[in-house]
């Protein structure tokens, strides 16, 4: 690759354009969905606690959540005209990113996956029409490739663990719960499970590769189409998959060269329309992917392995590696009369946000204090101490306490990202 031509050289933004119409079509599934399926109620307003990623980001009002969740409906169907597309881009991205960043309870990489398209379609498209010949950096388009691979090379690196690789986990427990959903004799052959471990591996090691030569295109884009679409099948009944495929199978039309694009649209018989980043914006796309590819491996710098303890699994494509089969049960205990309390925390969440209670340790230490207010509040207990007995299964094989089951939870500041206050993964 032409480092200074990729710097300095200029593409037709056909190809951006056509994507971002068709990734704004599925996102536009998406956001129905949020809409009539009351997203807003039943996620982020009648939720007893939220998570939030920004310590002191709360949610509107209820009117306001609504007016903010409409304009981001029709700033999604603004993605889809060329007109409107840049700052309906910017606008549905900045709206869609603050839902999420309400609640690390609800948090996905795909939702974050999401965000960063659209930050990256705000700097890459300059103007876009189907009647005019424009030219933009090619650092623009590079910048989305980019972002593909990264996601699943990135993806890919972190399969190689033994977990995945000897265990088989967690490939093998999702077949297992597979099966039980479907009755599926299918999903119980050894042949499957070792199957989808080693192409799962392979799969995101190369596919960016495949797709980024042209001599090998042609079978990186039949990959991607089968590879998610038998995620979609195998997921849509025992995960949290959504559109995520489909958004993945979309990011293909990024890899088809915009000059045969312009050529089947007719544009290259048009006068050119240069428009190119600045030099700021070309340096800046180049500091964002460098940042994408060191973020996701951050856990390297604290102890502990990342997918038990936490530490560094967001933001990281740390997908479908790992499941915990874990038993929460809080205490409250009257340091007064010295009686002890069960809680059902069940009633305190959603059940999505209880389900990555049993992954993310950071959310333990907020519930806890949630409870303690509760216990003043309403019981009338004033000096409290809320304890936890946490029980993990970890990959199936490692059952252990979490961390200490007489800790006063209320007594940990939110401030240790660290989890130094969670136990070391036992190993046989």
Same mark, same amino acid.
């Given at each position: 690759?032409?480092?200074?031509?990729?710097?300095?050289?200029?593409?037709?933004?056909?190809?951006?354009?056509?994507?971002?119409?068709?990734?704004?079509?599925?996102?536009?599934?998406?956001?129905?969905?949020?809409?009539?399926?009351?997203?807003?109620?039943?996620?982020?307003?009648?939720?007893?606690?939220?998570?939030?990623?920004?310590?002191?980001?709360?949610?509107?009002?209820?009117?306001?959540?609504?007016?903010?969740?409409?304009?981001?409906?029709?700033?999604?169907?603004?993605?889809?005209?060329?007109?409107?597309?840049?700052?309906?881009?910017?606008? =549905?991205?900045?709206?869609?990113?603050?839902?999420?960043?309400?609640?690390?309870?609800?948090?996905?990489?795909?939702?974050?996956?999401?965000?960063?398209?659209?930050?990256?379609?705000?700097?890459?498209?300059?103007?876009?029409?189907?009647?005019?010949?424009?030219?933009?950096?090619?650092?623009?388009?590079?910048?989305?490739?980019?972002?593909?691979?990264?996601?699943?090379?990135?993806?890919?690196?972190?399969?190689?663990?033994?977990?995945?690789?000897?265990?088989?986990?967690?490939?093998?427990?999702?077949?297992?719960?597979?099966?039980?959903?479907?009755?599926?004799?299918?999903?119980?052959?050894?042949?499957?499970?070792?199957?989808?471990?080693?192409?799962?591996?392979?799969?995101?090691?190369?596919?960016?590769?495949?797709?980024?030569?042209?001599?090998?295109?042609?079978?990186?884009?039949?990959?991607?189409?089968? =590879?998610?679409?038998?995620?979609?099948?195998? =997921?849509?009944?025992?995960?949290?998959?959504?559109?995520?495929?489909?958004?993945?199978?979309?990011?293909?039309?990024?890899?088809?060269?915009?000059?045969?694009?312009?050529?089947?649209?007719?544009?290259?018989?048009?006068?050119?329309?240069?428009?190119?980043?600045?030099?700021?914006?070309?340096?800046?796309?180049?500091?964002?992917?460098?940042?994408?590819?060191?973020?996701?491996?951050?856990?390297?710098?604290?102890?502990?392995?990342?997918?038990?303890?936490?530490?560094?699994?967001? =933001?990281?494509?740390?997908?479908?590696?790992?499941?915990?089969?874990?038993?929460?049960?809080?205490?409250?205990?009257?340091?007064?009369?010295?009686?002890?309390?069960?809680?059902?925390?069940?009633?305190?969440?959603?059940?999505?946000?209880?389900?990555?209670?049993?992954?993310?340790?950071?959310?333990?230490?907020?519930?806890?204090?949630?409870?303690?207010?509760?216990?003043?509040?309403?019981?009338?207990?004033?000096?409290?101490?809320?304890?936890?007995?946490?029980?993990?299964?970890?990959?199936?094989?490692?059952?252990?306490?979490?961390?200490?089951?007489?800790?006063?939870?209320?007594?940990?500041?939110?401030?240790?990202?660290?989890?130094?206050?969670?136990?070391?993964?036992?190993?046989?």
């Amino acid at each position: 690759m032409d480092l200074k031509q990729l710097y300095t050289g200029t593409i037709p933004n056909t190809s951006i354009m056509i994507f971002r119409i068709v990734f704004g079509l599925i996102l536009l599934i998406q956001t129905y969905y949020f809409i009539i399926n009351q997203f807003i109620d039943t996620n982020i307003i009648n939720p007893l606690l939220l998570f939030p990623f920004i310590t002191g980001l709360v949610p509107f009002s209820k009117t306001n959540l609504l007016i903010i969740g409409y304009i981001m409906f029709l700033a999604n169907i603004g993605i889809l005209f060329n007109k409107t597309a840049k700052i309906s881009t910017l606008v =549905f991205g900045c709206c869609f990113t603050y839902f999420w960043l309400l609640d690390k309870g609800y948090f996905n990489n795909h939702y974050y996956f999401i965000s960063l398209i659209c930050l990256l379609l705000f700097v890459a498209e300059k103007e876009s029409s189907f009647k005019k010949n424009i030219l933009i950096s090619k650092t623009s388009l590079f910048s989305l490739q980019m972002m593909i691979f990264l996601i699943y090379f990135v993806a890919g690196i972190n399969k190689l663990n033994p977990y995945w690789l000897f265990d088989l986990q967690p490939i093998k427990h999702i077949l297992e719960v597979k099966f039980m959903v479907t009755d599926n004799l299918f999903f119980q052959q050894k042949w499957i499970t070792v199957f989808m471990v080693y192409f799962g591996l392979l799969f995101d090691l190369f596919i960016g590769f495949l797709l980024f030569f042209k001599k090998t295109r042609l079978i990186g884009f039949l990959l991607v189409i089968g =590879f998610n679409i038998i995620n979609f099948y195998l =997921f849509k009944d025992v995960g949290e998959i959504g559109v995520f495929p489909f958004l993945m199978i979309s990011t293909l039309i990024l890899f088809i060269d915009p000059n045969q694009i312009s050529t089947f649209l007719n544009l290259n018989t048009k006068p050119k329309q240069v428009l190119k980043n600045t030099n700021l914006i070309n340096k800046l796309i180049f500091g964002f992917l460098i940042i994408q590819f060191i973020l996701p491996f951050r856990h390297a710098l604290f102890k502990g392995y990342v997918d038990y303890n936490g530490v560094g699994q967001r =933001f990281a494509w740390r997908m479908k590696i790992m499941y915990k089969d874990s038993n929460i049960n809080y205490f409250i205990e009257d340091k007064i009369s010295k009686q002890k309390y069960s809680v059902d925390v069940t009633k305190m969440l959603t059940p999505t946000q209880y389900n990555n209670l049993k992954y993310y340790p950071d959310l333990i230490i907020p519930l806890a204090k949630k409870i303690k207010s509760e216990a003043n509040t309403k019981f009338n207990i004033k000096f409290a101490k809320i304890s936890c007995h946490y029980e993990v299964n970890f990959m199936g094989k490692y059952k252990q306490l979490l961390f200490s089951p007489e800790k006063d939870l209320t007594k940990i500041s939110e401030k240790k990202l660290t989890n130094k206050w969670v136990k070391a993964l036992k190993k046989d």
